[in-house]
């Protein structure tokens, strides 16, 4: 077992958020309530690790229903006909995805598969007329977010990022208090997400499908995070590299520091890896009081607690809370809680930047006018 599935598989997973305060409608649905009259037909394209955790948590969506699936695997596509009830004229190849858009008994593709192929995925999906939801990061940089955003827009489809995040309940809890003034004025922010990578050999360290190391796989929380946490958006950003494993790691980055300047004043100070366990935190501190949520990124269950004492929010299985909020966004015409393409486009500007600063020996990278 490589070392990053041992670290997800440590973590333990509950479901069943009953009704939560403070979270949107479609967060509250409880395991025990039947499934909705309108249901979100999606497609899982890429039926690896995580698009297979997801298809096991969507047995418990309420509005969301697997119907599809799209893999180059065709052994894979037999086992899920079987275990997930897929009809075979609701499965496809990368080569026949296209035809897709004669079907009309699925209404979202879910692009689970490399970084670095969810660009082209995206564009054929888009282009199939289906709306898409796409994992993080969602591209390699922001030049192929902006053309899957425009695609998306040409072809009048929902463009949505894996950000599951924005559906968890301490998650949403801390963005609440954020916006309610509970931490006063936000002074810093300091988060963290890493783990030791296992397999040398695994897609993750090849620059040509991942797109980057650790700080496109998981930094990304750490930045994404930052954004939530301070309500703001960056307007610099410094970073440093360090590689201690120059072999494995030839390809992608090991371990990357980097801050973030916001118009306040705040600078968020966020660090990724892939050569470290027990590297995960999000704290942000204000005038009146503080959030600590640790577990913060990873499938939890997330813990926290705040400057008036634990927070108590329910352990839930989070694809199944962004699958059924997806659905309820699509369905019901709801806003989405900042999982849009456009928000994947305002990370990969500041992904770009991180990189940017790195080949230029830590150099402050301006965000205006990116
Ligand atoms: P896996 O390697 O487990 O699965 C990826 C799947 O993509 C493969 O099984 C394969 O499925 C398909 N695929 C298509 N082309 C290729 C190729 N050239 N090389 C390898 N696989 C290919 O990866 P994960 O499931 O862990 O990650 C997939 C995506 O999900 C990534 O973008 C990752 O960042 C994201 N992710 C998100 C997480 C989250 O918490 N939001 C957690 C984990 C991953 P098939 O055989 O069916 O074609």
Known sequence: MDSRRDFLQKLSFGIGATAISGLPAYAGASCASPKADKQLRVAIMGLGSYGTRVAEAMKDCKMATLVGAVSGTPSKLETWKQKYNIPEKNTYNYENVSKIKDNPDIDLVYVVTPNSLHHKHVLQIAAAGKHVLCEKPVADNAKQTREMIAACEKAGVKFYIGYRMHFEPHTRELIRMREAGEFGKIM???????????????????????????????????????????????????????KTDPVKFKEVDETIMFQLGFPSGVIASCGTTYNFNNYERLYVVGEKGFAELSPAFSYGPIKGHTHLGPMNQPVVTHQTLQMDGIADIILNNKPDPNVSGAEGLKDMIVVDAVYESIRKNGAKIMLTGK
């Open 188 to 242: 810093h922010v300091n988060n963290y997400m890493g783990f030791k990578s296992g397999d040398p050999n695994q897609w993750r360290l090849k620059k040509a499908l991942a797109g980057g190391g650790a700080m496109m796989d998981v930094g990304i929380y750490a930045l994404n995070g930052a954004r939530y946490a301070t309500g703001e958006e960056p307007i610099w950003v410094t970073a440093q590299e360090s």
